[in-house]
């Protein structure tokens, strides 16, 4: 019954108090975003790990993307050194949730393509940027090669922080946000070549597509975010005169360059709290998060962009009876789900990770 496991979940939560920090993403459910302490986009997820105090330990209501980058950003040197060496521990509650364009760009296809690339163009003024929508392996990869990590509310900053330092950039795993963000710069599309990682030679490039590149795009997107199409926003604006269409960046460019406001979960929340009674919006974004908006603002008109359900699945896994067991079980003192990177690759994300932290 849900209302036994919200009572079991809060008696959990007053009997650990400050030593328990529930995170969720804006993504998360209405019933597992009411037990989070706190809750944010993604990079103010790692603001929040990043500032931990008093915490031992943070449950991750997000996917494992998140949840290893709290786990690196929490224990990092200086938070140990603080904490006389104490590791907070990170739990996920399902270790099921996972993110399918993170899983898109695997280590070794990214060591591959980089390989492949340096004979054709000098890698040593290509500067790699992930989206934090990755595995650590890739975020340290980037650590190690001179590389950032950038998250939807950033990424033209980062870039901008990566062209002081190189000619081109790498950009992986997500198309959508690498162009979508490169065109706002006024960077050329006939300069962003795709890297399809199975494709037999220079990931389906000429060397001269790639000499003349600004940046070269991962074949990589969000399963959720591609089903919003350009006739969706068509159709909102012929049936609703004035409304206004609010997207992700990770949509495909057809969309984005056409929505009046494009931005991340965060920025779509700060823009529907700011807009006047009566605005009408058609947002493309994941559906919990767009029905919520809806619930909290009856006063405005809001409406999902596609006719279909779009919705990750895997943010979805996290759900009361998972998150009740992983309390239960760390109040009892088993530890289930834990999130803990590796030392070395621990190392090197938080390199790229505290650079893009220092991005203003
Ligand atoms: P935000 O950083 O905008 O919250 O995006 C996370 C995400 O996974 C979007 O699909
Ligand atoms: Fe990954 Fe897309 Fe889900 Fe975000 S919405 S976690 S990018 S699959």
Redesign the pocket.
């Known amino acids: 019954q849900p209302e036994e496991l919200q009572t079991r979940i809060e008696a959990v939560r007053t009997e650990l108090g400050d030593s328990l920090l529930i995170l969720g993403h804006h993504?998360q459910q209405d019933e597992v975003i009411a037990h989070t302490d706190l809750r944010g986009d993604s990079y103010k997820l790692s603001e929040m790990a990043a500032a931990s105090r008093t915490c031992r330990t943070i449950v991750f209501c997000g996917?494992h993307f998140m949840a290893e980058t709290a786990d690196i950003l929490a224990n990092r040197p200086d938070k140990l050194a603080e904490r006389d060496g104490q590791r907070v521990t990170v739990l996920l509650p399902d270790m099921a949730a996972g993110?399918?364009?993170?899983d898109m760009a695997a280590i070794k296809q990214v060591e591959a393509a980089w390989e492949d690339m340096s004979e054709v163009i000098d890698t040593e003024r290509v500067i790699p940027v992930t989206y934090i929508?990755s595995a650590a392996s890739l975020k340290a990869f980037c650590g190690r090669h001179g590389g950032i990590v950038c998250t939807s509310s950033n990424a033209k900053a980062v870039l901008e922080w990566a062209y002081q330092r190189g000619d081109r950039v790498f950009f992986f795993p997500d198309q959508h946000l690498g162009r979508n963000t490169a065109l706002s710069m006024g960077i050329g599309e006939d300069q962003m070549p795709v890297w399809d990682p199975y494709a037999l030679e220079l990931g389906g490039n000429t060397e001269a597509g790639l000499e003349k590149s600004k940046v070269i795009l991962w074949k990589g997107h969000?399963?959720?975010?591609q089903m919003f199409r350009p006739e969706h926003v068509d159709g909102f604006r012929k049936q609703h005169p004035g409304i206004k269409i609010l997207v992700h960046p990770?949509c495909p460019r057809e969309v984005n360059d056409i929505a009046d406001v494009s931005g991340s979960t965060g920025k779509i929340i700060d823009t529907v709290r700011n807009s006047p009674a009566g605005t009408k919006w058609a947002i493309g974004t994941?559906l919990h998060l767009v029905n919520r908006l809806k619930a909290e603002h009856p006063e405005q008109e809001i409406h999902f962009l596609s006719p279909v359900v779009c919705m990750?699945a895997?943010?979805y896994r996290i759900d009361l009876p998972h998150l009740c067991w992983t309390l239960e079980n760390l109040r009892d003192g088993a530890i289930v789900n834990k999130i803990e990177v590796d030392a070395e690759i621990s190392k090197w994300s938080l390199v790229a990770l505290e650079r893009m932290l220092a991005v203003k």
């Open positions: 993504y996917v993110c399918s364009m993170a929508n969000c399963s959720v975010h990770e994941e990750c895997t943010m």
